[in-house]
């Protein structure tokens, strides 16, 4: 089953652009179908096209030659080039980059499971002549459109990765999950982890997905695991440097009473994480239902960050707190996710956030069953179902 992209309307205006357009993402969230879309579109549109697989061995040989070959093997292949798994490519910034330096009239689109060898040589080697966009698992909203009896408790249990879309079945959605996760371990993380520390690398793992939303500590991940702090910090680079797990780290404009150096951590799909948990149970039975609808909340925030935008929790030594705080253009926005109220009524840590910082004109609380706005101190306070949120929110 086809769900159509929201990003989609995105991409397709990039195909008159100069620069070199890249996909970043983790595996199996949807970057081979946009780009067979966009080829499709390009197509479409009469222009000539190449499709280059690198995961396919006949194609990936095309590539075992010298980088003038190569070079030149992009260099005329038509007016627009798409390769899928670009990461394959031995010196593939430098390769891109010298097609781009020639000025040819030809449109390099990319796709790959970002590492974090891939960041570091895409800043150096393209600054100023690519364009990179972050493709995230299927949103609450994208698949809501495309079927309209989808619902919330199944979005938390099963999260958003596209291949889960065509089953039924919860135990091959429980299989394909298991196997999204393998594939990630084995593709993306083996070469960048000592083998002998693949199951504390799993361990990791099940401990942020344990710990998801929650104030973390290195060094106590430290001993439990038994690596190094240095170790540990590397690995939560090897995860975001992936997409697979993000930091939010605490909001302070110095303020005496508050935490400045913690951080919370969050999976990308809530399937995901439940799949490292090994853990598929009904949500309305389960003593984590808070920390999913507290996951949904952030993905669809993390899903809308832009250049002007960063995420961030609030908490104070007292221990009033605010669970996000979306910074735009340098202006706080607290959302607040409270899974059973009864009325309009805003929460302590919400009311303590506001009176701290008087420039605040929005927030938001997310919660079950309660709509509404209310005003407090200048500030319009607005409550939404999750349902709502998900398919509607927005920062102004």
């Not at 009325?343 to 840590?349: L, M």
């Not at 069953?369 to 500030?379: H, L, M, P």
Request: proline share 3%.
């Amino acid at each position: 089953m086809f769900i159509k992209r929201s990003i989609f309307k995105e991409l397709q205006a990039e195909i008159d652009q100069p620069e070199i357009l890249i996909l970043l993402g983790p595996r199996q969230v949807g970057k081979t179908t946009l780009l067979q879309e966009l080829n499709r579109y390009a197509i479409s549109k009469g222009l000539k096209t190449k499709y280059l697989d690198l995961e396919q061995p006949q194609i990936l040989a095309e590539f075992n030659k010298s980088d003038q070959q190569i070079i030149d093997l992009i260099g005329h292949s038509g007016d627009i080039i798409f390769i899928d798994e670009f990461q394959y490519i031995k010196n593939a910034s430098r390769i891109l980059k010298a097609v781009y330096d020639r000025r040819l009239n030809i449109k390099i689109i990319c796709s790959g499971s970002s590492s974090l060898e891939i960041h570091k040589h895409l800043k150096e080697s393209l600054a100023g002549r690519r364009f990179l966009y972050r493709i995230y698992p299927l949103s609450y909203s994208e698949i809501k459109n495309s079927l309209p009896d989808f619902c919330l408790d199944d979005y938390l249990i099963f999260g958003g990765m596209p291949g889960l879309v065509q089953y039924d079945s919860a135990q091959r959605k429980q299989q394909m999950l298991n196997e999204f996760l393998g594939s990630y371990i084995l593709k993306d993380v083996k070469s960048l982890v000592n083998e002998e520390n693949i199951r504390a690398f799993n361990h990791l793992l099940y401990l942020l997905a344990d710990n998801q939303g929650t104030t973390i500590s290195v060094h106590s991940l430290s001993g439990e695991i038994g690596l190094s702090a240095t170790t540990i910090n590397r690995y939560l680079d090897i995860l975001e440097g992936t997409y697979v797990n993000f930091r939010i780290y605490s909001f302070s404009r110095n303020l005496g009473n508050e935490l400045k150096k913690s951080c919370k951590t969050y999976l990308y799909d809530t399937g995901i994480r439940n799949a490292i948990l090994r853990d598929f149970s009904d949500i309305q039975q389960r003593p984590d239902k808070g920390v999913l609808r507290e996951t949904f909340v952030f993905l669809k925030l993390q899903s809308m960050v832009g250049p002007n935008m960063e995420i961030r929790f609030w908490r104070t030594k007292s221990g009033d707190e605010v669970d996000f705080i979306v910074v735009k253009n340098r202006i706080p926005v607290p959302i607040e996710v409270k899974s059973v109220i009864s009325e309009t009524e805003i929460p302590r840590g919400l009311r303590r956030f506001i009176s701290r910082y008087p420039g605040t004109r929005a927030a938001f609380v997310v919660n079950e069953s309660v709509q509404g706005q209310i005003n407090f101190d200048g500030c319009r306070v607005q409550f939404m179902t999750f349902e709502d949120f998900g398919e509607n929110f927005q920062v102004s």
